[in-house]
């Protein structure tokens, strides 16, 4: 019997709609490797039988009296997912952010397995890029790993596994997937109820269904019952994007959490709350002493006796975009940030789970998931932070110099924000509709200042 797509993983698939695809995505620049980009595909294609599921696709019940299966792909070709790609001369930063905009527009392909890569050479400097799109309903949580994960290793002489010899199993008809169904009802009577409420198309009605943190977000709304402020950032979305990307040196922000208490949270929450404070202003927006941004906020939360893997909480937090001083904002959010943990008006937090090592992706795309179908109501954007190890880390003996998230967007939401923490950096990708907030990259640049400024406050 081929293996069923759990509820929270079909929960996906429900969810995702044309206009916005749910992929979430990450760009990593490395070293060029000694052995160019043949390298790179050799790792991938060794690593591949630690990631069954990358040659797997999703195949639909006949009726859809059930929901999906996985089966084997029997047509699997390596080079449709791992493809190659080449920058013009100079090799720009921006030429590579065109580049991994259109990537991000373009959906995944649901007749075959759920994932892309690209290897992208011509970045100057000798370095070479890693673009990956990779479903949410791909990685389930703990037992999973992406393939970003795969490739990296703490060594740089890690040795590369030989390729693996793989033999699909012949995928099963129609008929026997509508048997296996028909069996599950029988010793399951509750599936019969459980998938004609997955085969309901209005997308309130199935995010009210998932479990989770959407779910958590509709219990949250009952409390607080405000919607989110009105924003330009809520809008029609169009089907393309633009992507910018930020820095920020990780003991730059310990040093204005030092200075001025909170977290490297609450700070990072502060740059990008002065960050949107200027951006508004600079479109010609009202921008008041009262005038705010609501983000949801699923916050990382290691717990140092835990088992392997992160525990994720979310929040669903005010922005004070209208507070000039940047100290004040600080201390508004620090303490905005205790007072819903102290409350319990915590959102899922069972539901967001990063996985052991390095696999930003998935936590990225869980705390993205609460977005669907609620961002006009319940907040403006999705900012998800995703702590990762301070240590470099290789692939192919080529070391990981930057890594940027991208994080899909919502019905209605005209922009994301993922940070992710490597090797003394934080790193922020912004995944902005095209139509709505094409100026995202004056937003990356206003962070970047905006850090700069709380070090000069921090003395």
Not at 166 to 193: M, T
């Amino acid at each position: 019997m081929a293996e069923r797509l759990t509820r929270l993983d079909a929960s996906f698939l429900y969810l995702e709609e044309p206009g916005t695809p749910m992929h979430v995505g990450g760009v990593l620049i490395l070293e060029r490797p000694p052995g160019g980009l043949e390298a790179l595909a050799a790792l991938v294609q060794a690593r591949l039988p630690l990631v069954p599921r990358y040659r797997q696709r999703v195949a639909e019940v006949p009726g859809h009296l059930a929901d999906p299966v996985w089966v084997d792909d029997p047509d699997f070709e390596l080079d449709y997912h791992l493809r190659r790609s080449g920058l013009p001369r100079p090799g720009t930063e921006s030429q590579l952010l065109d580049l991994v905009s259109r990537l991000t527009s373009r959906p995944l392909d649901r007749r075959r397995p759920l994932w892309e890569a690209y290897l992208v050479e011509g970045l100057s400097g000798d370095r070479v890029a890693v673009v990956t799109k990779t479903h949410p309903a791909l990685v389930d949580g703990l037992s999973a790993l992406d393939i970003g994960q795969v490739l990296l290793d703490v060594d740089p002489d890690a040795p590369i596994p030989a390729a693996e010899e793989w033999r699909p199993r012949r995928p099963p008809s129609g008929a026997a997937l509508l048997w296996d169904a028909l069996d599950e009802y029988v010793r399951r009577p509750s599936a019969v109820v459980d998938t004609l409420r997955g085969a309901v198309t209005d997308v309130r009605s199935t995010t009210a269904r998932v479990t989770g943190v959407a779910g958590g977000l509709l219990r949250t709304a009952r409390t607080t019952l405000m919607a989110a402020p009105h924003s330009p950032l809520n809008a029609t979305v169009s089907r393309q994007r633009r992507i910018a990307v930020a820095r920020a040196q990780l003991d730059d922000l310990k040093t204005i959490r030092k200075a001025h208490g909170g977290t490297v949270n609450d700070v990072l929450l502060t740059v990008v709350t002065g960050a949107l404070r200027e951006w508004l202003l600079s479109r010609g927006e009202p921008v008041v002493a009262g005038t705010s941004v609501r983000a949801l906020v699923p916050v990382s939360m290691q717990d140092e006796d835990a088992a392997p893997g992160n525990r994720v909480s979310s929040y669903l937090v005010d922005l004070p975009v209208g507070e000039p001083n940047p100290r004040v904002r600080l201390t508004r959010l620090s303490y905005a940030m205790r007072g819903i943990a102290l409350h319990g008006q915590s959102v899922g937090a069972d539901s967001l789970i990063a996985l052991t090592g390095f696999a930003p992706s998935t936590l990225h795309a869980l705390g993205a998931r609460a977005a669907r179908g609620l961002s006009r109501r319940l907040f403006n954007l999705v900012v998800t932070n995703v702590p990762g190890p301070q240590l470099p880390l290789y692939a192919a003996g080529s070391r990981m110099l930057e890594v940027f998230p991208v994080v899909p967007l919502a019905r209605g939401q005209g922009l994301s924000i993922g940070m992710t923490s490597y090797d003394g950096c934080v790193y922020f990708g912004f995944n902005a509709d095209r139509d709505g907030v094409g100026d995202v990259d004056v937003l990356a640049d206003l962070v970047e200042q905006e850090v700069g400024q709380l070090v000069e406050t921090a003395g």
